[in-house]
């Protein structure tokens, strides 16, 4: 059981809902995140805001952490892993190729909006790329959602969170047919997700666990 998890048995497999933004499925020792958004911070600062430009290696760092903590075989990213080809620099794109040969496990990502215009640069990098969706098990994984598919969907794309008072807390949401993960980079919008739609359970990274909203019953 890793700390702080909220485990869900899905299609009879074992899937862990981590506080860092993050799914482990346990049968397949896979890590599960969406939308990373690399090189974000640097595409605001050529735009003139000022943000800080490590956003991005704390992201990665983050992701490495938890490769370690759940000792996983292999890390699927649900989409926009990059962000904009503005802020993908030299130094950005050789820090994110430093980081993928020292990471140890396959790395494959779906393409998402953001990744599709970058597609050549990532085709540069030790990684995976699946489009539009990856299959394993009884599961598909893709970026935005696949309509009619028979398989029960993993997603990403729309950054779900939920307003409560005084504060906005990133969450994952579980519906009949799919699930739609959070964005992992703290540097992102979201979209509320209505309560009464979904079972929702908040993403408390430094708290360390994972919170069920109440929602509808499954």
């Not at 860092?20 to 805001?49: M, P, S």
Request: proline share 6%; with cysteine.
């Amino acid at each position: 059981m890793l700390p702080g998890a909220h485990t869900l048995v899905l299609r009879e497999q074992n899937l862990s809902l981590l506080s860092q933004r993050a799914i482990f499925w346990h049968e397949e020792k896979t890590l599960i995140v969406a939308d990373v958004h690399l090189g974000k911070a640097q595409t605001f600062q050529r735009a003139g805001i000022a943000v800080p430009a490590h956003s991005f290696q704390h992201d990665l760092a983050r992701l490495t952490e938890l490769v370690v903590m759940t000792e996983a075989e292999r890390l699927l990213v649900l989409g926009d892993f990059v962000h904009h080809r503005s802020g993908l620099t030299a130094g950005v794109m050789g820090d994110i190729q430093n980081w993928c040969e020292s990471l140890g496990t396959e790395l494959i990502v779906v393409l998402g909006n953001h990744d599709k215009p970058n597609r050549e640069l990532l085709a540069r990098l030790p990684l995976t790329l699946c489009e539009p969706a990856w299959q394993r098990g009884p599961f598909i994984f893709v970026h935005d959602d696949l309509p009619g598919a028979e398989l029960f969907r993993f997603l990403g794309h729309v950054h779900p969170v939920v307003n409560l008072p005084h504060m906005r807390l990133p969450v994952f949401a579980l519906y009949r047919d799919y699930c739609v993960l959070p964005a992992f980079s703290f540097f992102t919008g979201g979209a509320p997700v209505k309560r009464e739609h979904a079972q929702i359970f908040v993403a408390l990274d430094e708290a360390g666990i994972i919170m069920p909203l109440p929602g509808i019953s499954r």
